[in-house]
């Protein structure tokens, strides 16, 4: 089992940035391809970024596509999110997602583990 703790939310004006982390432990060698989703308040899961395991290959919602960035640190089992120009759209609970093959994708059923989620709340 691999287990995943998000971090580095908080409340940020518009404009603003966060970072998020994601913190491996378990069997993180189960853990290849990684990535962020996101869920606002009354709506579905989305996808927000992937990383396939090497870093070579990353993938990106259009929303959010120019200013965010994701990338990790296979050394620490470490994954990031760096985030910046936030909007007020880009609220919602992210969380830290971990899938056993290697290649990015975005598409909810690729992934096994899932962290709990951090709250990210942009203000207008």
């Known amino acids: 089992q691999v287990q995943l703790v998000e971090s580095g939310g908080g409340s940020v004006q518009a404009g603003g940035s966060l970072t998020l982390s994601c913190a491996a432990s378990?069997?993180?060698?189960?853990?290849?391809?990684m990535a962020w989703f996101r869920q606002a308040p009354g709506k579905e899961r989305e996808f927000v970024a992937a990383?396939?395991?090497?870093?070579?290959?990353?993938v990106y919602a259009d929303s959010v596509k120019g200013r965010f960035t994701i990338s990790r640190d296979n050394a620490k089992n470490t994954l990031y999110l760096q985030m910046n120009s936030l909007k007020p759209e880009d609220t919602a609970v992210y969380y830290c997602?971990?899938?056993?093959?290697?290649?990015?994708?975005?598409?909810?059923?690729?992934?096994?583990?899932w962290g709990q989620g951090t709250q990210v709340t942009v203000s207008s």
């Open positions: 990383i396939n395991w090497n870093s070579a290959r990353t």
């Open positions: 997602a971990g899938g056993r093959l290697g290649g990015a994708a975005a598409v909810r059923d690729e992934y096994d583990y």
């Open positions: 378990g069997r993180t060698s189960n853990a290849y391809r």
